[in-house]
């Protein structure tokens, strides 16, 4: 294993899940500082999806042309600048158009993360340990969330505003970047440049990953995103209630994802996915239909979805999988844009606890998906 490279890819997760995570809890109080409506609000989570979709869309491009240890470098410096950006727009007076920089910068830098570093790490290690680490990188995204509620109520406690708590969060990928500087790329980490690479694994081939992914995905995120939201509105729970059950999701999600890491679990990666897809649909059901508990539940069963799906990808295609990450990025990144959309609108018309039942609909697709391929599997 190449653990210095694990370390930095380890280290970009973790910023990058820190950040992303603090923007949930800061929002009321960004609201009211800038005195500005959700409609107007949003965008500065909208700004950054696109972002991240617009960097993705020509992943292959600035792979080939600066290598994904550089383009990882340049992550952490977007990184650096979206949490500057976020302090400095509250810090003499309060300018909104940092707060859109920041979300710009921040996009553009997960959309590179994304794609790097599951590249890093699938080059850093064996077949035999891939899952395991692929796991120990997502826990890292599971362990932010976890944590950056827990850190925002301790700045506050400090009498730290808002925006002052995001030049902190520097310091993370400001010690990846110094790093990996230090580093001074040990091994070459190389990407299938190959125009024809793509081709060859035919147009079927890179829908279904792409498809997979992106619909696990916005599986995932409309539990995390609407999760607060459905309890306090269809449950009328008390808002530290409905947060204590986003807390339980998260760590129900990180402790899934450290059981991967630690534990050489018997099974192969895809029969992993059928595992984790039909126990979601169930508990999925049962928190819509039966008691709202069973809905933080889903961290556990959702937890090893993508890192065993990671896994499968590059069992299946090996050296093809580097060409297929950055559409199944573009695909995430869609998907979620799709999904928010729907939800609002279904929202709109027949209310949030009828919304989320896109969220089992979206665990049948891929589960349908991945029945279909294993019945007509897709040529390498």
Excluded at 265 to 284: A, E, G, M, Q, R
Excluded at 295 to 310: H, I, N, V
Aim: with cysteine; aromatic share 16%; glycine share 6%.
């Amino acid at each position: 294993m190449l653990w210095p490279l694990i370390i930095i890819a380890y280290l970009g997760m973790f910023s990058f899940g820190l950040y992303d995570n603090s923007r949930g809890p800061v929002y009321p109080s960004i609201l009211k500082d800038f005195n500005i409506l959700p409609s107007l609000g949003s965008w500065i989570f909208v700004l950054s999806s696109l972002a991240g979709l617009c960097t993705s869309l020509v992943g292959n491009t600035w792979l080939k042309l600066f290598g994904t240890f550089r383009s990882m470098q340049v992550s952490f410096f977007m990184q650096i600048l979206a949490a500057l950006f976020m302090g400095l727009s509250g810090q003499f007076g309060y300018h909104f158009y940092l707060l859109l920089l920041s979300s710009f910068a921040f996009g553009i830098s997960s959309g590179i993360l994304s794609i790097c570093a599951n590249i890093m790490i699938s080059q850093s290690v064996d077949v035999t340990s891939r899952r395991r680490t692929l796991s120990g990188l997502h826990s890292m995204y599971g362990l932010a969330s976890l944590l950056a509620p827990m850190l925002i109520n301790m700045s506050y406690s400090s009498d730290l505003k808002w925006n002052q708590f995001f030049y902190l969060i520097i310091c993370i990928p400001s010690l990846a970047l110094l790093l990996s500087c230090w580093l001074k790329n040990p091994i070459p980490l190389v990407t299938s440049r190959d125009k024809t690479a793509t081709q060859k694994t035919g147009f079927r081939a890179i829908v279904f990953p792409s498809f997979l992914f992106g619909i696990y995905v916005a599986s995932e995120i409309i539990v995390s995103s609407q999760l607060v939201y459905f309890l306090e509105t269809t449950h009328h729970y008390d808002k530290s209630v409905a947060n204590y059950y986003l807390s339980l999701f998260f760590l129900t999600l990180l402790l899934g994802r450290l059981t991967f890491t630690i534990i050489k679990l018997p099974l192969k990666s895809h029969h992993w996915l059928l595992i984790s897809l039909l126990s979601s649909l169930v508990l999925f059901m049962l928190g819509l239909m039966v008691h709202p508990i069973f809905l933080p539940m889903l961290g556990l069963t959702q937890s090893f979805f993508y890192p065993c799906a990671m896994d499968w990808l590059y069992e299946k295609y090996r050296h093809l999988a580097d060409v297929l990450i950055p559409y199944i990025m573009t695909s995430i990144s869609l998907a979620l844009i799709i999904m928010h959309f729907m939800v609002g609108l279904l929202s709109a018309y027949w209310g949030i606890d009828k919304a989320l039942y896109l969220g089992p609909c979206l665990v049948i697709f891929a589960l349908v998906g991945i029945i279909v391929e294993r019945r007509f599997p897709l040529k390498n």
